[in-house]
């Protein structure tokens, strides 16, 4: 199989990218598909969910980019090992535009989270503004998608999200209930598909529609411009 990129973006705070990003992970260890997951984030919490894993898990490569291990070189600290089938790419709040043509060159999938709040909803627009104008993401090219994250029955909050979605035609692929489960796996370094099935089974459902689009083959119109060696490895 070729080596996806998977980037998980938005430079609201609190969207469910870490979550989404870890859990792909887990998924994808679990599947055999021996992911790396690249924390661009200085804060971490991607990295430290990892390092929460018990050595019986399956194996997922960590490559944190704002912590320097003095023993390696920095090329040989941020490259992807031979053998590796998905790349997830979690990125940090606060995220300028600048930095997303950059961040997207190679990417394959590009998923945004959003959260049901106004202000949540204004901030996704204007990134995904941005995507397509600064960083030249193309509708046609079946890359861009939104999660509609920590939903709770009876919202009717994504309305002016969905339209201007779909005058885009940009799709949302699956939408994720507030549920524990995140939490607790956020906490012990667990993704959905390593929990008990009883306890997750709910939440699973959700994403199956998540994990056949990120399987859908995406079309670039031209081939991606090289990146710069160091920043995305
Ligand atoms: N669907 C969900 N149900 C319940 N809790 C959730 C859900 N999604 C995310 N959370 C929780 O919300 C908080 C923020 O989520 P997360 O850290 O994934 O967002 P983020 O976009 O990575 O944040 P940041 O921008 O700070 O990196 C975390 O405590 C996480 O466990
Ligand atoms: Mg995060």
């Not at 919490?45 to 980019?65: N, Y």
């Not at 939903?151 to 799709?171: A, C, D, K, Q, W």
């Not at 939440?203 to 529609?209: F, G, K, N, R, T």
Request: net charge positive.
């Amino acid at each position: 199989m070729r080596m996806q990129r998977i980037v998980v973006l938005n430079p609201k705070g609190g969207s469910g990218k870490t979550t989404i990003a870890v859990n792909l992970a887990g998924y994808y260890a679990l599947q055999g598909d021996r992911p790396a997951l690249i924390d661009y984030d200085p804060q971490a919490s991607a990295t430290q969910w990892v390092r929460k894993r018990q050595p019986g898990q399956p194996a997922i490569h960590l490559i944190s980019t704002s912590e320097r291990d003095s023993r390696v070189t920095r090329a040989f600290q941020l490259r992807i090992p031979d053998g590796t089938g998905r790349i997830i790419v979690d990125t940090p709040a606060g995220l300028d535009a600048h930095d997303m043509p950059e961040l997207t060159a190679q990417a394959d999938k590009i998923l945004v989270p959003v959260l049901p709040s106004d202000i949540d909803i204004h901030a996704c627009s204007r990134c995904i503004t941005n995507l397509l104008l600064v960083a030249k993401v193309r509708r046609s090219e079946n890359r861009l998608a939104i999660i509609a994250n920590r939903v709770r029955r009876n919202t009717l909050m994504y309305g002016s999200l969905t339209r201007f979605l779909e005058t885009l035609h940009i799709p949302i692929v699956t939408t994720l209930r507030d549920s524990q489960n995140y939490i607790r796996g956020a906490d012990q370094g667990l993704s959905l598909h390593e929990m008990k099935p009883h306890q997750a089974s709910e939440d699973l459902e959700s994403w199956a529609p998540l994990l056949a689009w990120l399987d859908e083959p995406s079309r670039r119109a031209a081939p991606a411009p090289a990146a710069r060696p160091n920043l995305l490895a």
